[in-house]
C-alpha cells in the first residue's frame, strides 16, 4: 500500500504564496513521475504541474511562470511553490505519483489540500 499525504494548503490574498508538500509512505519500490492536479469547483481535475525522476518538468500554461515544481527522490516527496497567486487558483489540489510496490505500477493519490485565494 503507498500513501500520499498533502500539506501547506490554506488561505492567501491574490498576490501571496504558498508551498505545497506531498509525501509519501507504504510500500514503495519506486516512483516514476509525481505531479499535481487541482480541481475547482463544478470543474474537471486539470493537471498544474508533473515532474519526472529524471527532473523533467511538464507545467500547465495557466501557471507557468508562476508555480514552481521540484522533487526530492531521497525523500520520495514532491513539493509546489506557487507565487503571484490568483483568485483563479482556488481548488482542492491532489498529488499524483505512478509508483511500485515491487509488485505492479500503479497510480496514486492523496486526499488533496484546499487552496482559496482572495481577491
Known amino acids: 500500500q503507498v500513501q500520499l499525504v498533502e500539506s501547506g494548503g490554506g488561505l492567501v490574498q491574490a498576490g501571496g504564496s504558498l508551498r505545497l508538500s506531498c509525501a509519501t509512505s507504504?510500500?514503495?519500490?519506486?516512483?516514476?513521475?509525481m505531479g499535481w492536479y487541482r480541481q475547482a469547483p463544478e470543474k474537471q481535475r486539470e493537471l498544474v504541474a508533473s515532474i519526472t525522476s529524471g527532473g523533467n518538468t511538464n507545467v500547465a500554461d495557466s501557471v507557468k511562470g508562476r508555480f514552481t515544481i521540484s522533487r526530492d527522490n531521497a525523500k520520495n516527496t514532491v513539493y509546489l511553490q506557487m507565487n503571484s497567486l490568483k483568485p483563479e487558483d482556488t481548488a482542492v489540489y491532489y498529488c499524483?505519483?505512478?509508483?511500485?510496490?515491487?509488485?505492479?505500477?500503479?497510480?496514486?493519490w492523496g486526499q488533496g489540500t484546499q487552496v482559496t485565494v482572495s481577491s
Open positions: 499524483n505519483a505512478i509508483a511500485s510496490n515491487g509488485i505492479a505500477w500503479a497510480p496514486y
Open positions: 507504504g510500500s514503495i519500490f519506486s516512483i516514476k513521475t
